[in-house]
Each structure stands twice: as C-alpha cells, then as structure tokens.
C-alpha cells in the first residue's frame, strides 16, 4: 500500500473541508471492506484517507411517517436487524444474502452502494474500460453486462443493495464541495455509465460523500429481492433482481422491477414494469414479466446464460412481493 | 521514514498503546508489531477469514480494518478466547473433534464461531454455514467444523444454564459473563 495520511473528522463540515477536489488525491474510508483491498493492490492511491467512522451523525437512522434515513456509516447488519428494515423487505432480503459474517457487520450501507466493481480487468489494473471494452469482448466475459453494454463499459454495477433501493425509490443525500451544498438525488440517477476513464461509474465528485439515504414510506408496496448465485457461499450474485408493487384490488397498479448484477448501472426494466402493471400477479404474468426483461438483453461471447437466469430473477422477485414464492435455491 | 500515528486500544481485556503507520491493516499490527501471532493472514483482501477477530464484539477481516480506525476499541483475538488454561467450549470441541487439519483457519473459525454463537447459541448446521462462509479451510471439507460449532454451542447453552442455577458471583457465573 502507498503511504497515506488519515484523517478521522468528527462533523460532517469537517469531512468536506479535508476532500480534495481533484480526482484521486482524497478517498472517503467507510468500513474498508472494498477500500482498504483496492488501496493494497495500489489500484486506488489516495494521498489522504478520510474516514467517516468518527462521524456520530452518519450512524443514526431516523424515522419519521414519510421516511426513514439511513446514516451512510450504518452497518448492513444494523440495518437488517433495526425495526424499520421490516417495512422494506427487498433491502433485508438482500442484506440477508451476504453470507459473511464479518462484512456484514463491517459493510455500511454507504459503501455498499458506492464499492468499485468487480470486474477482473479494473482489478487487475487495467481500468474501469479496460482498453474500451475490447479487453472483456475479447477476453472473458462470463461476469460482464448483458444490457447497456453497446459502449465502452462492460462492467456491472457491483451493489447488492442498489437493485432493492432503486425499486424502493431511495434517494441520497449528498454532501458537498462546500459545507453548505446539500444534493437529494434518486439513487437510480446516482449511478452512470461512464464513457471515458475519466469518469467515475457514480456521479459523485470527488469533493463530495453520501452521507444518508433516505427510503420513503412504502405505503403498501410490497417488495422482495432475489439473486442468482453460484452456491450458497460468499460469492456476489451472478444475476439478481428485486421488485416493488402496488396491488389494488388484484392487479398491479405500480411496479418497480430492477435487476442487479447485469448492467453498469442497476437496469430498471420498463419491459417488465410494462408487461406486469395492470395484471394481477400470477406464475404465468412473472414469467411474462421474465421473458419481458430478458428480451433486450444483449449478451457478450460468454454470458449467454445469465439472460435465462435474468428471466428468472424478476420472476421469482414478482412472486416473492406478492407472497406467492416459496424460496428455492 | 512515514509519519507514525499512536494508537490506544483494548486488546483482549488489557490496555495497549502501539504506533503504525496509516498505511498498515490491524492484522499487521497485531502480528508484527505486537507479536499476536494468533490471528493468520490468508488471503489478505477479506474472502477467507482467517484474521478475523471481534472489534467492539463484532467479528472483522482485520487485513482490511486500517489499525490507525482501531482507536479506542475494544478487540478480541484468538488469544483472549481462553478463559486463562481453561478452553473456551469452542476451542475445545474443536480439538475433541478434530475439526482441523493444518491449522491455518481455525484461528479464523473459533473467532467467528464465538460472534456466532454468542447471538444464536443454537444454530442449525444450515445457518452455521451460511453464518461461516465468510471463513474458508481447505483442508477439512468443513463437516467436522459444523460440528464442532454446533456441539460447543450445546455446551454453552448448557453451562449457561447450570450458571443461571448458581448464585451471582459464583465461577460458573463468571465463566458464562466471559462466554457471553
């Protein structure tokens, strides 16, 4: 690891008076799961790391009758075992799919939503683009994106949270460059496609952090998670999908359907959204819903297969908001 | 030579003050400069668990805590498991029940195992390994482990019980605020 100064700031004002507005001279420390592994590989080399553990108002959630926020520095596991989280199932859900103990309860949910993708060639060194793309279409892309991927990114978003919470309609609250700019913005806006190297995957400057996000009340919305997986073991998914519905009077009246795992960015699929809002949920209109979603795909040389695991996702994450899955691996 | 910062922490009930760089993981901390052999490096990027130890009682990849964020925490290590020459109910079953081979993860497992079982003492071999995922043996084919876990889990719930039969202050009842 390159040597570094750290700085533990007690406030947020403090925070963005330490952050660089240059890229790559500042990065933000949050439980250091994905971090501290990319500082070691020299793949990040800040020359100054803040860390928000000292930060007392980025532990809190607060709720109130039309939304919870959720502190940056909140634990996955605070999350899930914290009352409110019952309201949201697709964000439990999914916290409840990481099968590690020790990320978990060392993961906050602001890191989670802001890691750096897994993509073997960015890990290797060889850039978010790595050689615009030709690396992965050349190479292996068994793990790469089967939508949004006609241009140099080839990547997937790598956030097992992202497809729960863009559902749910979370927002961010983002702090930042100065000690008074405050941005609320949709965590489906949040995320970008990046077409250069110099853009990061999130629209966050440099000089800006997340400090909260904020989950409206579901006001009856049902909602469920569900990811594909390799085995049960500590692997991200391969695909994953998580949906929200409005039912009324057995038809679907609204629906979020995203999917994780498959895209550069969490990909809401209007396809799905289209063919399940006005039907009500059944087998037959999930698998449609499915069918729907994977219709768009465009699949690279190696991963042909996750467009039928797709299908399955948003089928099984229809069936699980409505109560009618059983689970199943 | 880089800036060194000082850091004081609880390291298995006892004050200790260190210096280290920014730059260096608590598992460097602990075994370098503090000769805490205990906690192994494996893999040193948070897949296999072996550094695992309980910060603030909740179990960490101490390659990837940055020993300068360990300020003011309280940590446990495979060393502060015993109580003194008596086997904690895990290291025990471990032993008895040869759930290792080489060695290298059961530092890793016991750790975990402990936060583990601290919150479900009776954990079916389902959760258990799921729960333990995040630790990975290559040796053992990790059924003599599940038992393991499960039967100190057993144990513990039973010495548990006998404590809460005797009166306060008793050694069973200490045993079991340590275990707990």
């Known amino acids: 690891m390159k040597a570094f100064e750290y700085a533990a700031p007690r406030s947020e004002s403090e925070v963005l008076e330490l952050l660089s507005g240059e890229a790559g001279h500042t990065e933000v420390l949050a439980g250091g799961t994905d971090l501290v592994g990319l500082m070691k590989k020299m793949i990040v080399t800040p020359d100054r790391v803040v860390s928000l553990s000292r930060v007392a108002s980025l532990k809190k959630i607060e709720a109130d009758s039309t939304a919870v926020r959720v502190g940056a520095m909140v634990s996955l596991d605070e999350l899930a075992e914290n009352p409110v989280s019952e309201f949201y199932p697709a964000i439990r859900q999914a916290i409840d799919e990481i099968a590690s103990l020790q990320l978990r309860s060392q993961g906050t949910l602001g890191g989670e939503l802001c890691q750096r993708p897994r993509c073997w060639y960015f890990r290797d060194g060889h850039g978010l683009l790595a050689a615009r793309g030709k690396d992965v279409v050349e190479g292996d892309s068994r793990f790469h994106a089967i939508f949004g991927n006609a241009g140099p990114a080839k990547f997937v978003c790598p956030s097992r949270l992202a497809p729960a919470l863009v559902a749910l309609d979370a927002r961010l609250r983002i702090l930042g460059p100065h000690s008074n700019d405050e941005t609320l913005m949709p965590l489906e806006a949040f995320y970008r496609t990046p077409k250069s190297e110099r853009e990061r995957e999130f629209l966050l400057d440099p000089n800006q952090f997340v400090a909260q996000v904020i989950l409206p009340h579901p006001e009856g919305r049902l909602s469920a998670s569900y990811e594909v997986r390799h085995g049960a073991g500590p692997e991200y998914p391969l695909v994953s999908a998580a949906s929200s519905i409005l039912v009324e009077r057995g ?60 299908k399955v996702a948003v089928k099984r994450s229809l069936l699980k908001a409505a109560g009618l899955e059983t689970g199943g691996f | 030579m880089a800036k060194k910062t000082h850091v004081a922490t609880t390291i298995n009930g006892e004050p200790m ?39 603030d009682g909740q179990p960490v990849d101490s390659c990837l805590v940055l020993a300068v964020e360990a300020e003011g925490a309280e940590i446990t290590t495979v060393e502060g498991i015993a109580d003194d020459s008596r086997l904690h109910p895990i290291q025990q ?86 275990a707990t």
């Open chain 2, 93 to 178: 079953c471990f032993l008895e029940e040869a759930a290792l081979q080489c060695g290298v993860c059961t530092p890793g497992f016991i750790v975990t195992a402990k936060a583990l079982l601290d919150r479900n003492p009776t954990p079916s071999e389902h959760e258990i390994r799921f729960q333990l995922a995040g630790n990975l043996c290559r040796c053992t084919g990790y059924d003599k482990i599940i038992r393991a876990v499960q039967d100190a889990g057993k144990r513990m719930a039973a010495e548990a019980r006998g404590a809460s039969t005797t009166t306060n202050g008793s050694p069973a009842r200490q045993q079991q605020k340590q």
């Open chain 2, 17 to 55: 003050e260190f210096l280290c760089e920014a730059r260096q993981s608590l598992l460097e901390v602990l075994r370098d400069n503090l000769a805490m052999t205990g906690s192994k490096e494996g893999c040193n990027n948070g897949n296999c668990g072996a550094c695992t130890v309980l910060l």
């Open chain 1, 251 to 310: 038809r679907v009246v609204e629906a979020r359907v995203v999917l994780g795992q498959v895209a550069p960015t969490p990909w809401i699929s209007r396809e799905a959204i289209d063919a399940i809002v006005g039907r009500p949920v059944t087998p037959e209109t999930a698998e449609a819903a499915g069918e729907a979603a994977a219709s768009v795909a465009t699949p690279l040389r190696d991963n042909e297969y996750k467009v039928r695991l797709a």
